[in-house]
Every structure is written in C-alpha cells, then in structure tokens.
T-cell receptor
Framework: SQTIHQWPATLVQPVGSPLSLECTVE??????LYWYRQAAGRGLQLLFY??????ISSEVPQNLSASRPQDRQFILSSKKLLLSDSGFYLC????????????FGPGTRLTVL | AQKVTQAQTEISVVEKEDVTLDCVYE???????LFWYKQPPSGELVFLIR??????QNEISGRYSWNFQKSTSSFNFTITASQVVDSAVYFC????????????FGQGTTLQVKP
C-alpha cells in the first residue's frame, strides 16, 4: 500500500521568507501527485499537479511553485511568502490515473506572520 | 464549469441519531467520479468512497450509506446511529473526465456528534 510523507508537520515563517515543503511517497511508482491548500475554515484548493518527473501543471496563479525532481518526490516552494499563503498544505497521490480516488498525506500547517 | 455544493455548513446531532450530509454537483462531463472524504481534527483527509457516474446503486458500508441520484445531481451521505468518533469535517468531491483526475471539493460540512 502507498504511504505519503510530508514535512515539516508545522511551520511558522515571517512574511517575505522562502518556503520549501516536501512530499515523498512510498509503495508506488510513477504516480500522479497533487498539492492542495486549505485555508482556515474553507475547502480545498488545488495548487499544482504532476504526472511525472519535471512535469508540473499550475492551477492557480500565485507566488508558489512546485517541482518534481524524482518520481516519488514533490516539492512546493516560494521565494517570498505572503500572509495569504498561510494554510494547511496537503499532498495527494492518485491511484487509478484519471479516476480520482486521491489519498492524502498528513499535511503541513503553515503560518505566515 | 464543475462545481460541488455542500449547503450544510455545520450539523450537530446527539449520539445514536441518524444524520444525512447533502452534496449537489454540477458537471457537463458524461463520465465523472464522486467522492466523500472525512477530515478529523488531526487534519488528514481520509478517503471514504468513490462512485462513477454509471453506477447509481446505493452503497452501504457498516453505518455509512451513500445515495447517488443523477436525476437530481446529488450524492448524499448518511451516517446511521452516529457516534462521537464521527465528529469531523466531511467533504464531497467531483472529478470529471475533462479534469484528468483533479478533484473539485465542496466547502465541507462540519459534523458534531454530542454524547
């Protein structure tokens, strides 16, 4: 079975600082991977998805970026954080390509001050 | 455009009561998938069920049951004999064939089950 790891679990960063969140998966190869953000009290918003190494699609224009340097690694980054970047970031792995059924990691709670 | 609406923001019930969480969706895709996820206080989303658009059979899993009706574009979720451990935020989601696997989530329903 697949396992999704995310770190750090929590992060407090000042405005304008850089960001790097990491997601790694085990138990599968060549998965579709996704980054979602959940703002406080709101639903989930898809930020990026990747169908393979080096292949990134962005859903929402913003100051965030994503990279997939290895098959089982998905990284979310920012050069300069904004207050509005605060939220709960979830990495997801899709089983059965194109049919959803995404499985989520434990998440990273980011607070930008 | 695809959209999922969960009109109930918060629901509070007493333990052992039955509760139904509503989900209404919009899509132009003929092939699509519907999902329910549970988000306990820990934050991690737990996958509960996936149904495809060609299978309207209702499904039961223990105390959980799902009612999929294409005629009303609804995919409702019922918990029978609720328990305190059912307290969580529940999300309904949609993935259409035009979305290549991307999930569109509703805003979620917070369920509080009181002892």
């Amino acid at each position: 079975s697949q396992t999704i790891h995310q770190w750090p679990a929590t992060l407090v960063q000042p405005v304008g600082s850089p960001l790097s969140l990491e997601c790694t998966v085990e138990g599968t190869s060549n998965p579709n991977l996704y980054w979602y953000r959940q703002a406080a009290g709101r639903g989930l918003q898809l930020l990026f998805y990747s169908v393979g190494i080096g292949q990134i699609s962005s859903e929402v224009p913003q100051n965030l970026s994503a990279s997939r340097p290895q098959d089982r690694q998905f990284i979310l980054s920012s050069k300069k954080l904004l207050l509005s970047d605060s939220g709960f970031y979830l990495c997801a792995l899709e089983r059965d390509r194109g049919r959803g059924a995404q499985y989520f990691g434990p998440g990273t709670r980011l607070t930008v001050l | 455009a695809q959209k999922v609406t969960q009109a109930q923001t918060e629901i509070s019930v007493v333990e052992k009561e039955d509760v139904t969480l509503d989900c209404v969706y919009e899509t132009r895709d003929t092939t699509y998938y519907l999902f329910w996820y549970k988000q306990p206080p820990s934050g991690e989303l737990v996958f509960l069920i996936r149904r495809n658009s060609f299978d309207e059979q209702n499904e039961i899993s223990g105390r959980y049951s799902w009612n999929f009706q294409k005629s009303t574009s609804s995919f409702n979720f019922t918990i029978t004999a609720s328990q305190v451990v059912d307290s969580a935020v529940y999300f309904c989601a949609l993935s259409g064939s035009s979305n290549t696997g991307k999930l569109i989530f509703g805003q979620g329903t917070t369920l509080q089950v009181k002892p």
